[in-house]
Nanobody, 124 residues
């Protein structure tokens, strides 16, 4: 069991940067693959980025490649999402997720644990 708490969302202008953090409870954080997803009203939750247990496998959605960076600090039980060059279309609720798989799977249905979400709003 792991509990996830996101932070760092907010209202920014296009071109600005934000860093989201996700703090995980428990002593087994390093055994989980971690990911970020986002969702807007009326749309399905979509994969943004994921990082496996030791950081050796990282995947990004095409829409964020080159702008977003996922990282993790296993000593701090925290995963980060650095978001640069933000666009209005990045506006969404961002969710942190954890999965016991050793792979990064972009389908939200396979992830076991979810945070409550943090709102990111990018104005034009």
């Amino acid at each position: 069991q792991v509990q996830l708490v996101e932070s760092g969302g907010g209202l920014v202008q296009a071109g600005d940067s934000l860093r989201l953090s996700c703090a995980a409870s428990g002593r087994t954080f390093s055994s989980y693959t971690m990911g970020w997803f986002r969702q807007t009203p009326g749309k399905e939750r979509e994969f943004v980025a994921g990082i496996n247990r030791n950081g050796g496998i990282i995947r990004y959605a095409d829409s964020v490649k080159g702008r977003f960076t996922i990282s993790r600090d296993n000593a701090k039980n925290t995963v980060y999402l650095q978001m640069n060059s933000l666009k209005p279309e990045d506006t969404a609720v961002y969710y942190c997720a954890a999965d016991s798989s050793q792979f990064v799977i972009p389908r939200p249905t396979v992830w076991n644990y979810w945070g409550q979400g943090t709102q990111v709003t990018v104005s034009s």
